[in-house]
């Protein structure tokens, strides 16, 4: 699901709503969550999940076409680990039940998201 999407099912379920209104709702709550991000700082969403941003160490890379060894800055990489609802919900109702225990490879279930910007 897409955020153009995601507002129109809400706004679908909330006829009282503009579809606009609903619009700037979206945003302003993914814009915040990106500050707080970008602050370093974790939001949790109870039931649904948490957000937080790992730090990776700089080190020295390769290049997999050269092989050359080049130099890899520290960065920022947001997170999201699931809460106990959701991963109840998606396990009773059968989705992702094969890769239910492979959160991405990251230890603790945590799964690093894809850069939005």
Sequence with gaps: MIKSELVMRIAEQNPHLYQRDVENIVGAILETIADALARGDRVELRGFGAFSVKRRDA???????????????????????????????????????????????????VAPLAAAR
């Design 59 to 109: 080190r020295m890379g390769r290049n997999p076409r050269t092989g050359e060894t080049v130099a890899v800055a520290e960065k920022a990489i947001p997170v999201f680990k699931t809460g106990k609802e959701m991963r109840n919900r998606l396990n009773r109702d059968g989705v992702g039940e094969d890769d239910a225990d492979d959160d991405a490879g990251e230890p603790g279930g």
